[in-house]
């Protein structure tokens, strides 16, 4: 069946991503010094005996055909895990071209579903004809992603079984922090069983919270916040002609407000909330609320009765006493059958308060009750709390709509307070990539390609120097426990990469500190970003993020 396109996807199936220099001939592998991990580097070595230490590796242009063409076939497989994040398609594609490229007769396997398809054997093989359809197109529906973990050795085991049957020399892992200390754990495995299969990872998410000395920036964080920047920026425009709504903006993005920064520094709202300086403020959510409302008085005295406040989706976690709360929760809901039968929300919200320590039910029973019952939802398969799902923005409209009217009350506001309530996510999650994700992400499935073909294993694929024009990026490979420490998770010391918060000494941060004054006072400067363009002038169709050029100055 032939799929109906629009002209701008029909024009985008013909688009030829850019990609550093040494990709684009013959390759050669340039290794560094050995590496440390981040932290706890005796017992990272001690868990990874056989993937710990290795170098660096850069790709740089190849005087000879090289690893280029060999006449041995492989095979390769691969997954998307987590999260969709536009560019994953790319990746793929990326994949298959370097594959074909090094010998046509090699072949790409997908596992459907995310890490179960692997465990599951649930594959399709990806042909010419199914990578064209998804060539520079957003979305994960080539073969599905999913969130099961891949973390015990029966599952690695069953990887071996269908690997071996399809010829896979390869397992390439498409995904977040999570999933890439997976993908470290599995190359171990199989470095130890000698079984032959290498794994290979590479840095997705959304959430930019993947990012390090080498990956300087996770795919997909580029285009969900220029998708979300757009909308921002046409509801400032709306707010600033009809004068009479505050909007409450939630943004994606999990812990880390990376989303919610980049999205402010591409807008210049009158708010935009950090968690992670709430927590180093050690603020409660009363604070918070004071703080907004400080700006919507300071404005209506100036006859502005309108505005923007930006949330990111995980600062309910970032407040002290609600982190109390909401570990409380986690491990009491954990696999608590008896709350999983009560029939009710009354029933679930009586059981709740009688489990929780006195502060922490004290703050519960002050919720108001819908956001109370969010709060008892599923758990994700990591046992935390789904923050997507928790309305932040209408618990800070209702809690900001009383304090008005208390300084009301006391004469101390006279301004008119209308709001509207946003929650931007799933629409920017699978938009067609921007230029430089298209580019960024068909490179990052190059470089695999060569990693693989070198017989590396435990990387992940890297491209680096991306705030700089694409002739001078630089493709390569960083050992995965390089990233990574020991950290408390479900109740044990466990090895995970680390994950990248917002730094409120970081380049990105301090900007907004310096100006956010400016933007909330009545002098309105709001910026309109408008659409991602994909044709045109280069200072319009392939800029990088705000933060990655406030990170990575000239
Ligand atoms: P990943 O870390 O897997 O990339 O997830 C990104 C994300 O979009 C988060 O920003 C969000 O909190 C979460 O996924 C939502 O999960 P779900 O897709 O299960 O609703």
Redesign the pocket.
């Known amino acids: 069946m032939t799929m109906l396109k629009s002209p701008l996807q029909e024009a985008r199936q013909a688009y030829q991503p850019k990609m550093p220099v040494a990709l684009t001939g013959n390759v050669q592998l340039v290794e560094g010094q050995a590496t440390e991990s981040v932290a706890d580097q005796e017992q990272i070595k001690a868990l990874f005996p056989n993937t710990y230490g290795m170098p660096v590796i850069t790709l740089e242009p190849g005087a000879s055909a090289g690893n280029q063409q060999t006449a041995d076939t492989f095979n390769v497989g691969v997954i998307l ?5 536009p560019g994953g398609h790319n990746v793929i594609c990326g994949l298959f071209d370097g594959l074909q490229r090094i010998n046509p007769n090699n072949k790409l396997y997908g596992f459907k579903g995310g890490p179960s398809g692997l465990i599951e054997h649930d594959y399709v093989e990806l042909t010419a004809k199914v990578i064209d359809e998804y060539r520079n197109t957003g979305g994960f529906d080539i073969i599905g992603s999913g ?1 099961t973990k891949l973390e015990e050795t029966w599952q690695f085991d069953k990887g071996i079984e269908i690997c071996q049957k399809l010829g896979i020399k390869a397992i390439v892992i498409i ?2 922090d999570d ?1 890439n200390t997976n993908a470290c754990v599995l190359a171990e495995y199989y470095l130890q069983k000698q079984c032959g299969i290498q794994v290979i990872g590479c840095p ?4 930019g919270d993947l990012k390090n000395e080498f990956i300087e920036t996770s795919f ?1 964080f580029d285009t969900a916040c220029k998708t979300y920047s757009e909308l921002i920026g046409n509801i400032q425009r709306d707010a600033n002609s009809a004068c009479k709504y505050w909007h409450f903006i939630r943004l ?3 812990s880390a407000s990376h989303i919610a920064l980049e999205c402010a520094l591409q807008s210049q709202p009158n708010v935009c909330l950090i968690s992670e300086e709430v927590e180093a403020k050690n603020m409660t959510l009363n604070d918070v609320v004071n703080q907004i409302a400080a700006v919507i008085v300071a404005r209506a005295n100036a006859g502005l009765n309108f505005g923007t406040v930006l949330i990111p ?1 995980g600062l309910i976690e970032f407040i002290p006493a609600m982190r109390v709360l909401i570990q409380e929760l986690n491990d009491l809901l954990a696999n608590n059958e008896e709350f999983t039968a009560l029939e009710g929300d009354d029933a679930k919200r009586e059981y709740v308060k009688n489990m929780l320590t006195p502060a922490s039910c004290e703050l519960y029973r002050s919720l108001p009750k819908g956001i109370a019952r969010q709060l008892t939802l599923d758990r ?1 398969p990591h046992g935390n709390v ?4 928790i309305e932040t923005e209408k618990l800070l409209i209702e809690m900001v709509s009383k304090r008005l009217a208390q300084l009301k009350a006391a004469g101390e506001y006279k301004g008119k307070f209308s709001s509207i309530n946003h929650f931007f ?2 629409e920017g ?1 699978c938009a067609i990539p921007s230029n430089f994700d298209a580019d960024y992400c068909y490179s990052l499935g190059m470089t695999a390609t060569q990693l693989i073909a070198a017989g590396k294993t435990g990387y992940m694929a890297v491209v680096r120097n991306l705030a700089q024009p694409h002739t001078e990026w630089i493709a390569g490979g960083c050992p995965i426990t390089m990233m990574m420490n020991m950290e408390h998770r479900n109740g044990k010391m466990k090895p995970v990469i680390q994950k990248a918060l917002v730094r409120l000494d970081g380049a990105p941060f301090l900007f907004l500190e310096q100006h956010r004054a400016e933007w909330a006072d009545a002098n309105t400067s709001y910026i309109y970003p408008g659409p991602i363009q994909y044709y045109g002038p280069t200072e319009v169709c392939d800029q990088p993020t705000k933060t990655l050029k406030l990170e990575h100055p000239m």
């Open positions: 895990s987590g999260g969709q994040a969130r995904g977040g999933s997705k998410t959304i959430d997909g994606m993005g999990r989706e994700d789904m923050v997507s799902q996510g799933y999650r």
